[in-house]
């Protein structure tokens, strides 16, 4: 790229330079399907045996409904006893994911950050502790040791204190997209010099709360699992020593007010990604999609992928399938699916995959990826 | 955390970023609805804490919060319909639009311009949360209302801004508890400055509500009466909420349409402590200032003001301080707390932090530490928190502190546009 200075070029001419890959060094995962990129294939490929029930607590209180559940899940046995007194799930699926990614990496924690995917934080310790406000006669008693794990950045910044993780903690809400946000933020991030290495996922848990509130919403198609769990990359600008899991590309997004307007926001986040990927639309070989279990947002996403691909693309993966609907976490997901796959099955010749995302307010966004070289 | 990576940062040279300005400010708090109002009220020292509205709080020890009590969505929204979305994103999207008409620029000018919304927040959709978790002892998790549990979303904060404005560009709700705005204003202004957008708006929301009401209690951070911070007497916060939006606009894009510039977003810096989640950390906190005044290219003897985060809690204003005194050493600016009028604005608070930053830097003054009688000694000496009322003064370089559990520091830097 020439290094016109920022005066003279204009937004288009900026807006369509090439971008830099970054690199996948590792991955960690937390599914239904298991623990890591192997569980996963293994699901994907046909394996395994996939459950439909909930797992704990309030297991009995759930909507009928298929949950994809993380199951037999041993926390202290991953993360030991020390600090695991009041650990919700969706920290603990966090905290277990990163401890993976992590796995034979040094790291120089001044300049390792964390940017990471949430709906809004964890829904099984901020409706306990609603309830108990709501229904005990001193509301002020609630447990001071589980408040501070309310905040939807609780398990952004307990990644960090476990790891010794002193860069930028970043939360991102973008509710389906939220994953692909995260990707787009920790690029910038990256770009500028932000920091050296960020750890980039997105997390997410289920409870009967939640699921109740998935459940009435009517947003699901009949029969569609609600899911959970956590996907985790470590993203850095140069290729790593070992060799990388996939090469990340553009990730672009666009917001789209009107609802007749969503498939054609998607188009256009798509085809900016493919532009500042420096990719012909006709390289697509897979594209990993993301709300293929809700009713509308189905055919708004088939629709933007077609008109941005110029028609159907080659082959689909549909992560939803094996791991359920997981929501803020489903952009990681399906590319960990994408991952899972590559590294059961190395393509013969370079793959080149998008991943798309539409949310409900009118959120799209759009990241391509390779897969190694 | 140096403004310029190393030299495989896509290939750009320094100075090839985009200067970036603020040109708009919209604020809907508990001392008044509108910048200027917000900024008077701020340099008299007013209160906008009182009895709790919102809820039932008759069962609290404690029963004052920073409400806004005068807004109606109806007074400012011109899209969204305040039944479909929550009271934080109808902060947002009120603060959006009042920021947009103080910026003189219209919606037309916002798209052209690929405009979109990053805003910060603590608890997201917590009013409507709470009325789910009514609903939900009243009849069962089974009869909660599919609509309004369709609002909970955080990202619905941002997206509320971005539905109420067309906005097309980058729309992402940054939940970073209480540094949360500080977050948004740096992402942006990150937006901005590579040249993705030309204009951005950035801040954050929220809205006061029980649990964290209840929580701020049980941790023993609440305070009797009124916040008092920085002083000795202090004895913690007062839960608050708002909505605090800014325009973020390239230089040359200001220029051109002429636009008034309060402030250059000089620089920021973003770390985290990786320490406590509620304890805040001193020496990470001073490494965060440092890095900040790297990235904005200025030395600590440059800056005329910190805008604290300055919670009023003993705990929180004592190692600020402390913090300061590290980078700073015997010459703290003057440092205040406007937490002590608003109450904690949770993720409205740094976003408001840079509007009285904003008119600060227009209107030379000083914005005060209201209800302080006696500053703290235990703080040490050269500790300047502004007591009472503003004071006028002439600001060149001015600091906006936002820290947040988890361990969260985000440190902006605004300066008089040159």
């Known amino acids: 790229m020439t290094a016109t200075t920022a005066t003279t070029a204009t937004a288009e001419e900026r807006k369509v330079t090439v971008v830099e890959p970054l690199y996948v060094a590792s991955a960690g995962v937390v599914s239904a399907a298991g623990l890591g990129l192997d569980a996963l294939a293994e699901r994907l490929l046909g394996g395994g045996e996939a459950h439909d029930e909930p797992v704990g607590e309030d297991a009995a209180a759930y909507p009928p409904r298929p949950v994809r559940a993380v199951r037999g899940l041993d926390v202290k046995e991953h993360l030991g006893r020390k600090g695991t007194k009041y650990l919700d799930r969706l920290t603990s699926f966090g905290l277990i994911s990163c401890k993976a990614v992590l796995e034979g990496i040094e790291v120089d924690g001044a300049r390792t950050g964390v940017v990471l995917a949430t709906n809004t934080g964890s829904v099984s310790t901020h409706s306990t502790l609603l309830y108990d406000t709501l229904t005990l006669e001193k509301p002020y008693l609630v447990n001071p040791g589980r408040f501070p794990n309310t905040v939807m950045n609780s398990t952004t910044g307990q990644i960090a204190i476990r790891n010794g993780l002193r860069g930028l903690n970043a939360t991102v809400a973008g509710g389906q997209t939220a994953s692909l946000l995260a990707f787009r933020h920790a690029r910038l991030a990256l770009s500028l010099g932000r920091a050296d290495r960020l750890l980039v996922g997105g997390v997410e848990e289920l409870s009967a709360p939640a699921a109740w509130a998935w459940h009435r919403t009517g947003v699901l198609r009949e029969g569609a699992a609600l899911g959970e769990g956590a996907a985790v990359f470590t993203v850095q600008p140069g290729r790593p020593a070992g060799g990388e899991l996939a090469e990340l590309l553009a990730c672009e997004s666009r917001f789209t007010p009107d609802p007749r307007d969503y498939a054609d926001g998607l188009a256009v986040a798509v085809s900016r990604a493919l532009e500042r990927s420096g990719v012909e639309r006709g390289e697509i070989d897979v594209v990993s999609l993301g709300a293929v279990h809700q009713r509308g947002l189905e055919a708004v996403e088939r629709r933007g992928v077609r008109v941005a691909l110029g028609g159907a693309p080659a082959a689909t993966l549909r992560i939803a399938d094996a791991l359920g609907e997981t929501y803020s976490a489903s952009g990681s997901m399906q590319l960990a699916g994408l991952l899972a796959l590559w590294k059961a099955q190395p393509p013969v010749k370079p793959v080149t995959a998008l991943i798309t995302s539409v949310g409900w307010d009118g959120n799209a966004a759009a990241l391509v990826v390779r897969s190694p070289r | ?418």
């Open chain 2, 1 to 418: 955390m140096a403004e310029t990576g190393p030299a495989r940062t896509a290939g750009k040279a320094a100075g090839t970023y985009r200067r970036v300005v603020i040109t708009g400010l919209g604020a809907v708090s508990p001392v008044g609805i509108g910048a200027d109002v917000f900024a008077a009220a701020i340099r008299a020292g007013e209160s906008g804490t009182g009895p709790i509205e919102s809820f039932d709080a008759s069962a609290f020890p404690r029963r004052n919060a920073g409400e806004v009590l005068d807004f109606d969505p109806a007074d400012h929204l011109k899209r969204l319909d305040p039944a479909r979305w929550g009271r934080s994103g109808l902060l947002a999207a009120a603060a959006a639009r009042l920021a947009i008409v103080d910026a003189g620029i219209d919606e037309g000018q916002l798209e052209a311009a690929g405009a979109g919304a990053i805003m910060g927040t603590t608890s997201g959709e917590s009013a409507v949360v709470q009325e789910l978790a009514e609903q939900w002892i009243q009849g069962g998790l089974e009869s909660i209302d599919g609509g309004l549990a369709g609002q909970t979303p955080a990202a619905r904060i941002a997206n509320a801004v971005s539905s109420e404005l067309l906005l097309s560009g980058d729309t992402q709700t940054i939940p970073t508890a209480c540094s949360a705005s500080n977050y948004a204003l740096g992402y942006a202004f990150d937006l901005v400055r590579s040249g993705e957008a030309e204009v951005m708006l950035a801040g954050g929301a929220d809205a006061v509500n029980r649990l964290t009401h209840a929580g701020f209690y049980a941790l023993g951070a609440m305070a009797e009466d009124v916040p008092r911070p920085f002083a000795a007497d202090r004895s913690g916060i007062v839960t608050g909420e708002g909505g605090a939006v800014l325009v973020l606009e390239s230089y040359e894009h200001a220029q051109r349409r002429g636009a008034r510039m309060y402030a250059e977003v000089l620089g920021y810096a973003a770390n985290c402590d990786a320490s406590h989640m509620v304890h805040p950390d001193a020496a990470s906190i001073a490494s965060g200032i440092r890095a900040a005044h790297e990235a904005a290219g200025v030395d600590p003897e440059q800056i005329d003001y910190i805008c604290a985060h300055g919670t009023g809690t003993p705990t929180n204003d004592a190692t600020e301080v402390a913090a300061a005194r590290e980078v700073f050493g015997d010459r703290i600016p003057p440092i205040s707390s406007i937490k002590s009028m608003l109450g904690h604005t949770m993720g409205a608070a740094s976003g408001f932090g840079a509007i009285a930053c904003c008119k600060a830097l227009e209107q030379d003054f000083l914005p005060p530490t209201a209800h302080v009688t006696e500053p703290d000694p235990e703080l040490g000496e050269g500790v300047d928190c502004v007591p009472g009322v503003g004071r006028e003064a002439r600001l060149n370089i001015v600091q906006n502190h936002g820290f947040a559990f988890g361990g969260n520091n985000v440190i902006t830097i605004l300066g008089r546009v040159s």
